[in-house]
């Protein structure tokens, strides 16, 4: 029976005797052998009562058998939601509460904290640990090591990913086969992937990041994963002679800058370096192609749309950019009336294509505020286009900051204050104030070794802005809070310093 994710990545696997997975310990785990382990596992979760339609939760800590588990719930025509890891009892909560899955996959080490919560949604509870030993593996250690899919076509829901939540609910985006499918295999084609890939990979495949691009990049194409836990340096230093292409985070390839043994020499083998999840500062482009002759593939994506625009693999890759919509992928900046801006003006980002979603689980209302009826999805990013057409994300539409009527986009501001002497980065939000509304307000990172003067930072770009634009006052900070992909958790720094103007 026809399984369009299933056919597509894992049926290829059958008989490969060749690695599809290298380990942390040089070990290796053969195309064959994990189509066998994605056999027993979904033959153990049938079992354990899941079926086609039904949801599959999983809090795990990525492991070959953790992304088994993936290709289980696709073979058997279930919906696969992985979890942040980082999630505490109460935030695991609400999602099982909202997605109410069949099957809950935990470590066993926090399965006496989260037991009550999943019994709670009516979820039979399994378990799973990093070292790939748990009730699941032993549940599936005697089941058949074949397995013939469930029937499912491209319309139909092949995964879950939940939004950030940052500014509200966290909200459930339901993605198809097509969703995935369609833009693994543009992926693939644009950034020239092939079975003689290497693909070092050290990105959680809790995220859509290393789960849906780098993973089913390498499914598709019959590729090899060195498949980490997490980014090591000495891990990946060590390994990296063996791989072709990386896919990471910008914090990655700042600490591989960080390592003095990291240098064109060691990189003379790769072919490509991408990054994603988060803005690449201008300067992290300019070091890395100093010191190893290779420029950064920067592109842009989000839970809803997986991949929507990338920077040429053949062409200029334009730092600060994340270069044009992906064939097939339409892309349109608008005004808050909906009219389209003009070239380097800033508007919000809508995108229409085979990648975006179906809508938000149980949330009627948020699909129809965001997905509009004709495809277009209004992604609440803002950007513009430069000269050439290449893309440039402005921010988030909520981190908009207006100060006494004025519209201050935080990127323009951030930029100015990271070319400052002695500043590393820096983060630009708006504070409640009683004369302006808002106030522009700046945390800044100083670079190591240096002692940072906020107020000299700040004068140092008063010339270079509108007074409306300057911030009223800043703050060093040893670095900025992230989330788990690198992004800059602005809604923190609002909460740390919302009563600085008005308290």
């Not at 290298?22 to 079992?47: C, K, M, T």
């Not at 139909?156 to 990913?161: E, I, K, N, S």
Request: a negative charge.
């Amino acid at each position: 029976m026809p399984n369009t994710l299933f056919d597509a990545l894992f049926a290829p696997l059958a008989g490969r005797s060749s690695a599809f997975l290298i380990l942390p310990d040089g070990s290796e785990l053969s195309g064959d052998a994990f189509l066998r382990l994605v056999a027993r596992q979904a033959h153990a979760l049938r079992a354990a009562g899941l079926g086609v339609g039904d949801r599959i939760a999983v809090q795990i800590a990525k492991s070959p058998e953790a992304l088994a588990s993936y290709g289980a719930a696709v073979a058997l025509g279930a919906i696969f939601l992985p979890l942040n890891t980082a999630y505490t009892a109460d935030e695991v909560d609400y999602f099982l509460g909202n997605a109410t899955p069949k099957i809950f996959l935990c470590d066993a080490a926090k399965r006496a904290t989260l037991e009550p919560v999943a019994t709670r949604h009516g979820a039979t509870v399994l378990t799973l640990n990093a070292d790939g030993s748990g009730t699941l593996s032993e549940a599936a250690a005697n089941q058949p090591d074949t397995i013939t899919p469930a029937e499912r076509g491209p319309e139909d829901l092949a995964a879950f990913l939940y939004t950030s939540g940052t500014t509200g609910r966290s909200k459930g985006a339901m993605l198809t086969h097509r969703n995935l499918l369609s833009n693994a295999e543009v992926l693939v084609d644009l950034w020239r992937f092939t079975a003689d890939d290497v693909l070092l990979h050290a990105l959680p495949i809790f995220h859509t990041h290393g789960l849906f691009v780098a993973s089913n990049i390498s499914l598709l194409t019959g590729g090899t994963m060195i498949f980490l836990p997490g980014f090591d340096v000495e891990t990946v230093l060590r390994l990296l002679p063996r791989a072709t292409t990386m896919m990471g985070v910008p914090t990655f390839y700042t600490r591989l800058l960080d390592d003095p043994r990291f240098d064109r020499a060691a990189a003379r083998h790769m072919r490509l370096f991408i990054s994603g999840s988060a803005p690449l500062l201008a300067e992290t482009h300019q070091q890395f192609e100093s010191r190893t002759g290779h420029r950064i593939l920067e592109r842009y994506g989000m839970t809803e749309t997986n991949m929507s625009t990338s920077n040429p693999y053949e062409g200029e890759r334009r730092a600060g950019t994340v270069g044009f919509p992906l064939p097939g992928v339409e892309l349109r900046i608008l005004t808050p009336e909906g009219a389209p801006v003009a070239q380097g003006e800033v508007g919000v980002i809508e995108v229409r294509g085979p990648n975006v979603f179906k809508g938000y689980w149980q949330m009627p209302e948020k699909t129809r505020e965001e997905l509009r009826e004709d495809g277009w999805f209004v992604t609440g990013d803002l950007g513009c286009r430069d000269a050439d057409g290449y893309v440039v994300i402005v921010g988030r539409a909520k981190d908009l900051v207006i100060s006494g009527g004025f519209n201050v986009y935080p990127k323009e501001v951030e930029l100015l204050l990271d070319e400052v002497p002695g500043v590393l980065e820096s983060a630009v939000i708006g504070l409640p104030h009683p004369d302006f509304g808002e106030a522009v307000f700046a945390v800044l990172v100083p670079q190591k070794g240096v002692t940072l003067d906020p107020d000299a930072a700040l004068a140092a770009i008063r010339d270079k802005l509108a007074r409306f634009k300057q911030p009223k006052a800043a703050v060093v900070l040893p670095d900025l809070p992230r989330n788990t992909m690198g992004k800059v958790q602005k809604n923190l720094l609002r909460d740390a310093y919302k009563t600085r103007f008005t308290g």
